[in-house]
Each structure stands twice: as C-alpha cells, then as structure tokens.
C-alpha cells in the first residue's frame, strides 16, 4: 500500500511551555526510531512557534510535522481574534484540522463554511485535514452514512475531488471523542470504507492514495487492532496526545 501512516496529536485547548518542551522533547526522541510512520503535532496556536523551533532544531523535517486546530475563513482584514491560512503557513505548519466536531457542535460551524475553509487552507498551500463523524444519536438512527457522506460531499462540491490529493479525512465519530468508547475496529472500518468508496465512485487513484484517519478514544491498548483495519491510515489522538508515553506507543502500533 502507497499511504504512509499518520498520527496526528491534536492537543485542543491543553498546554504550557513547560509542557510543550517535555511532551516535544519526549515525541522527537521516539521519532527517531519511528522511521515508518509520519507524526503531526497540532498545539494550540500560541505555541506553533515554540513547537516549530524545536522541530527544526532536531532534524526531523518530514517525519514530524505541525499543524494547527482551525483556521480563519478570511485571509485579513479586521476579523478581531481571526488566524489566517497564510500565517499558518508562514508559521510552519503543514497540516490543519476543519471541521473537527467540536467546531461544528460548539462554535456552530456549518458543512459550508467547513467546505470553505478546506479550500483556504489548500490556497495557502496547507494540507486540510477533514474531519467528519456522527453524534450517537445520527448512529442509533441509522443515519450514519448520510450524515457522512453529507459532509465529505459539502467539501468535494467546493473543493472538487482532485482537491483530495492533497488533504486528509479523519473519521471521528462523536460519541467516541474524550468518552472512552471507541469504535469497534469493524464499525470504524465500515464507516472508512465508505469514504473511500464515495472518494472511488469519482476518482479510484485519488481514493486509493487518500489517507483516512480514525478518532475517538484512540488508547495504546486498542490502536493495534484498529489500524490493522484496511482503510485505516492512523489516528487523530486527543487526550492521548498529551502524555508522551501513550502518544509514541500509539506511533508505535501503527
Ligand atoms: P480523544 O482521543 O480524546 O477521544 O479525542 C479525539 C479527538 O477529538 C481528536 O481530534
């Protein structure tokens, strides 16, 4: 398989500098030895700089990479508390999040201004990282694949599916994120297959090179079995991002 495995730890609203110079000090050891799998490492924004100096200074380029947890619609302007695409980049990143369900739940983000936003990000030369998943309610249901299927298209309407090229999907169902419970590595596997297949039905290459990331309760004891998924290309890890320990071990599994 051509898709290089990826974990990506987004460590939401959590951190110091303290912090962040141990948890990267830690990551960047273990990445050493990680030659197989490609880490990315999305801080809060005031510490992006922080985070990027001490990347920089290791070495590691290509095999660990930052990324940011949202991104401003606008480029600039008087958009008081807005970060744009362009200052991402400029800053280091290479990766960013939309649509990640607490944006969607919390912030009131639509499928459109998601859909926007993918398309900002990739003009900025920034790979998106698309997050899509189903609150427990859609799942019991059994509108799990129309809530889906619903935001990736809102994405390859604006976007077109070329676009997918350069971008990430991550599957992260709701009900699954900070509650312990997490897919079954057969629920996942259904749910990622059908994005691919959606992917397929307009462009197979694209799909088969596509990266689809699972999220939710992603734990050291139950990566293994959930990356050995066939459409599961590695992990957006939240809480266990934030301890060095079980982070590289979840880099480990993969
Ligand atoms: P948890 O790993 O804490 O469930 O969070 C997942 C997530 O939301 C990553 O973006």
Redesign the pocket.
Known sequence: MSRQPLVAG?WKLNGNRTMVRGLMDSILDAAAEIDATEIAVMPPYPFLGQVQELMDSSGLGERVRLGAQNVSLYDEGAYTGEVSAGMLAETGCHYVLVG?S?RRALFGESDQQVADKFVVAQRAGLQPVL?LGETLEQREDGITEAVIGRQLEAAITQAGVAAFADAVVAY?PVW????GRTASPEQAQEVHAFIRRTIADMDAKIASCLRILY????KPDNAAELFNQEDIDGG?????ALKATDFISICKAL
């Open positions: 987004n990640h607490e997050c992260e699954a994120i900070g509650t999220g939710g309760s992603v957006l890890i939240g809480g266990a």
